[in-house]
Nanobody, 112 residues
Framework: QVQLVESGGGVVQAGGALRLSCTAS????????MRWFRQAPGKEREFVAS????????QYRPFAKGRFTISRDDARNTVYLQMNDLKPEDTAVYYC?????WGQGVQVTVSS
């Protein structure tokens, strides 16, 4: 079992920025990437971005490309999601997922 702890959520105005963090209690040998998802009220959870623990491969949903950047700190088992130029439609609970383990989620609210 891997515990994931997220932080960094909050309330910002449109056009603002936030950086989310997700720290894993350990790394597994599975080779799974760390992934960020989000779930807005009344909507299904959706994929946002992912990063592998080896190499530099990343993936983004189209809405995140150019605004969000996923990165990692191997020494801290931590993955970050830098979110710039936030829009009201980015309002959601953001979750990190790793090897079928989920964090508790952090609320991101973007006011217009």
């Amino acid at each position: 079992q891997v515990q994931l702890v997220e932080s960094g959520g909050g309330v910002v105005q449109a056009g603002g920025a936030l950086r989310l963090s997700c720290t894993a209690s350990k790394r597994t040998a599975s080779g799974y990437p760390m992934r960020w998802f989000r779930q807005a009220p009344g909507k299904e959870r959706e994929f946002v971005a992912s990063i592998w623990w080896t190499g530099s491969s990343t993936q983004y949903r189209p809405f995140a490309k150019g605004r969000f950047t996923i990165s990692r700190d191997d020494a801290r088992n931590t993955v970050y999601l830098q979110m710039n130029d936030l829009k009201p439609e980015d309002t959601a609970v953001y979750y990190c997922e790793y090897d079928n383990n989920w964090g508790q989620g952090v609320q991101v609210t973007v006011s217009s």
